[in-house]
């Protein structure tokens, strides 16, 4: 039996008893949210468990406020926490490739931080005083006049030494040498030459002694000389340590409870009279000594500037900064980080590198925090989609998850050829709960291929796509959007306003006992309703004004629809709404573009002839179908052969196709159509062209319900509106989606008009009913139809198909005997 349905449920309005206000001015705000208790239950596990795995997996549709819910949820947790402690990067002076890494309570890394940078300042301003100041110089004078009294002493005993031998000390182009002498005259050569042999071999005698000394004590200048230079560093190392003490002395008091940070601070203090070459631009001037011109021709200092010293920028030094990685100085409570990119570097933190003589460097104050290290101690939120799509980032995911540790490595293991240094910085340790956001299908498809989420994501928070429509949580909807007015500062809304907002929340979710839990477009909705209300001078929002906001919605987004209903206005495709035809019918299909769809009416045609009993599905041949429409065609088939085949085979052949559709068809929601085209195409019955039908159907002949009917139902609605209504005009639809209607009110009023109608049918034969305007007939226990009924006609012309194929064959047989006959005589 098939039913008309009553106007009032083409559109079910709220409860009134849900709408007792006139504004939303008059509702209290609703705190929080509703309707998601499954999820906030396991928000509340997860969290309260601070164990390893218990990680939290949010899924829900996009739109359904699950970032808003969670990040609210962790937010006021966080802020009743301890806050973590601040991680800083330091200088390690033993192995430089491997940075040290200091914790401090939070907001002593900035401390830190100014006390080093102080500290290295006043240490580049004093060192350039004491180094030119009248006592350092003096010292070094000392040292020098020392070492050079040494030197010509030991220089003046070989010059007396050969004075009383008879030799002179001369100074040549070459350097110094002895000559002979007499009365303290050097003997020229010619005299020398004439002296007796012996005299002569006395004085070379004596000559080649005394250079033997004289080289000797030549020999000892580079001794002294190094003597001399280590002197002056010893006092050059002495005088650093005094002030890198004596300025370390702040420095050590307020960190003095730091174990870890005494430790680095003696480091350093040991460290920089070692490095005092990274001062040496302080001391001497950035070209050591050298008075070269600037490139500006003026390079002169001041009058009362220190000799050596020249007013410039100063070279910054890096090697005793202290790089903050983390910085709590700021924070309250504990952290609540929202990674929005999380690729690997964003993860784990990155080394930053600096281009030098054509290569690239790094030192610890280029490491930088990952969302990892920002929010150890807390919370970390991620996007599913985004996370398993950015290379490397889901299995570094699982690395800290495992280690609870953050390291700082090559993704791949490769080094970059172009770099010249490279960090190992020191691990650090992270005490984190992750929360990852995204769709059920991503959780459920990253459950079936890494074994590991359900280790590390031991919660599962779902959120709900739609909320039963009760009078409680139409009232809870209603001071729902109340409190979103009221937040976006828009006008009041009426109550018929309200209603018509919430009507679209259960025409959202298509379903008029539900809301939608996607509250997204609905809250946009609220945004144009107020523009459309002061375009219209109005201080309040009434239901006109939505009216005019989802028209306005439509008008955006409706040119594919548009250019549909043109091609079908025009008759570029062929869809009839009047009169009969045999073996067609209106079909009607969803086309979804992004956020929307429309109804698409297809034309499906059958054809019936005698054959083998099969049912050729033409889209399916032509490779144009998928597996759930070739489904339903093989459905439809056993349908068939049940219903009339039971004391004779299926004698039949017949073909199925969608008119003019040349894109994929898939999904069954046709069925009901294609099987009413096949029986009129048998029984040769015309069906109405006025009614357009939707519905999946079994092989016991029961319509089943399918997807997208208010769309489907406008779609034909559109249609028949433009070429004019005449009242027979209708959709048929399975009786299990009533609860599926929530039609736009122009049909509600054409239906209180009588100008269209919505049917409801249990069974293909309601449909055919109905369509054929023919009594259906049952199976009498003679197993004949009544006459005249359409099961009857059907029966009658599958029987002569039968007759047909029985004739074809028995000739066929005939004639295959008589050439067989007529070849065995030939062969005697």
Not at 157 to 181: S, Y
Request: with cysteine; hydrophobic share 40%.
């Amino acid at each position: 039996m098939h039913e008309l349905l009553s106007t009032s449920l083409l559109r079910p309005p709220c409860a009134s008893e849900a709408l007792a206000f006139e504004t939303t001015a008059e509702l209290e705000p609703l705190p929080g949210t509703f309707g998601h208790d499954r999820a906030l239950e396991a928000l509340r596990v997860g969290l309260g468990i601070r164990r390893e795995g218990y990680n939290i997996f949010v899924v829900g549709s996009s739109g359904v406020g699950k970032h808003t819910v969670v990040v609210k949820t962790l937010e006021d947790r966080a802020k009743n926490e301890a806050t973590p402690p601040d991680w800083c990067y330091v200088q390690n002076f033993d192995e430089s490739h491997r940075p040290k890494a200091l914790k401090l309570p939070a907001g002593e890394g900035t401390t830190l931080k100014a006390a080093m940078t102080r500290f290295v300042a006043d240490l580049r301003t004093v060192l350039p005083v004491i180094f030119t100041s009248d006592t350092y110089t003096s010292k070094v004078n000392a040292i020098s006049e020392a070492a050079e009294k040494v030197h010509d002493q030991a220089l003046d005993a070989v010059k007396e030494h050969a004075i009383q031998r008879g030799l002179a000390l001369v100074k040549t182009e070459d350097g110094l040498t002895f000559l002979p002498a007499k009365d303290g005259e050097v003997i020229a050569p010619e005299a020398f030459e004439a002296l007796p042999d012996d005299e002569r071999k006395v004085l070379e005698g004596v000559l080649e002694e005394t250079e033997d000394e004289l080289q000797a004590v030549f020999g000892g200048v580079p001794r002294w000389r190094k003597e001399t230079r280590d002197r002056l560093q010893a006092l050059e190392r002495e005088v650093v340590q005094a002030e890198v003490e004596r300025l370390m002395v702040p420095v050590r008091q307020s960190f003095g409870a730091y174990p870890e940070v005494v430790a680095y601070l003696d480091a350093v203090a040991n460290d920089i009279p070692d490095q005092i070459h990274l001062f040496r631009e302080d001391i001497l001037g950035p070209d050591d000594g050298d008075d070269e011109e600037s490139e500006d021709g003026d390079d002169e200092a001041p009058a009362d500037t220190p000799m050596g010293l020249r007013p410039r920028k100063k070279t910054e030094i890096r090697r005793y900064q202290v790089n903050v990685l983390v910085d709590h100085s700021k924070t309250h409570g504990a952290p609540v980080i929202h990674e929005d990119i999380p690729a690997f570097a964003n993860l784990i933190g990155r080394i930053e590198h600096m281009a030098e003589f054509g290569a690239l460097s790094t030192d610890h104050t280029l490491i930088k925090a990952g969302a990892f290290h920002l929010a150890s101690g807390g919370y970390l939120v991620l996007d599913a989609w985004r996370l398993v799509n950015s290379p490397f980032a889901w299995a570094a995911l699982k690395r800290v998850l495992r280690s609870r540790l953050v390291r700082m490595d090559a993704p791949d293991g490769n080094v970059n050829p172009m770099t010249t240094v490279m960090l190992t910085p020191d691990p650090l340790p992270v005490d984190v709960k992750v929360v990852v956001m995204g769709p059920a299908e991503l959780y459920y498809e990253l459950c079936d291929q890494d074994p590991e989420v359900e280790r590390h994501f031991k919660i599962l928070a779902a959120f709900e796509e739609r909320f039963p429509r009760t009078v409680e949580t139409t009232t809870l909807f209603a001071r729902l959007i109340a409190t979103k007015v009221a937040e976006k500062s828009l006008r009041t809304f009426r109550k018929d306003a309200v209603a018509r907002v919430i009507e679209e929340a259960a025409r959202e979710v298509e379903d008029n006992e539900y809301l939608s839990a996607n509250l997204s477009r609905l809250f946009n909705l609220l945004d144009e309703a107020d523009f459309w209300a002061g375009e219209a001078g109005s201080t309040e929002v009434h239901a006109a004004h939505v009216a005019r906001a989802l028209d306005a919605y439509d008008r955006r987004s409706s040119a594919p629809r548009d250019d549909f209903m043109n091609s079908i206005e025009r008759g570029s495709l062929i869809v009839r709404t009047h009169g009969t035809a045999v073996g067609q019918v209106n079909g009607l299909a969803v086309v979804s573009l992004a956020s929307f769809e429309f109804g698409r009416v297809s034309r499906i045609s059958a054809t019936a002839r005698a054959g083998h009993g099969e049912v050729v599905d033409i889209e399916r041949e032509s490779d144009l179908s998928g597996s759930l429409h070739a489904k339903g065609v093989l459905i439809l088939q056993s349908l068939l052969g049940a219903r009339y085949s039971a004391d004779m085979p299926l004698s039949l052949s017949a073909s199925l196709t969608f008119e003019q559709s040349y894109g994929y068809v898939d999904g069954d929601s046709a069925s009901l159509g294609e099987y009413c085209a096949l029986i009129s195409a048998i029984a040769e019955v015309p069906l109405s062209q006025a009614i357009a039908l939707t519905g999946s159907v079994n092989q016991n002949g029961e319509v089943q319900a399918v997807g997208g009917v208010n769309a489907k139902i406008e779609g034909f609605f559109e249609i028949c509106r433009r070429r004019g209504l005449t009242g027979q005009e209708g959709v048929i639809i399975p009786r299990a989606n009533a609860k599926n209607l929530m039609l736009a009110p122009e049909i509600v009023e054409a239906a209180e008009k009588g100008l269209f109608r919505v049917w409801l049918v249990s069974e293909v034969d309601d449909a055919l009913a109905l369509l054929t305007g023919l009594e259906i007939g049952l199976r009498g226990p003679d197993g004949r139809f009544p006459a005249g009924t359409l099961h009857a006609r059907v029966d009658a012309r599958l029987r002569a198909f039968h007759d047909v194929r029985e004739k074809r064959q028995s000739s066929a047989l005939t004639t295959a005997l008589g050439e067989a006959l007529a070849e065995a005589l030939s062969r005697r």
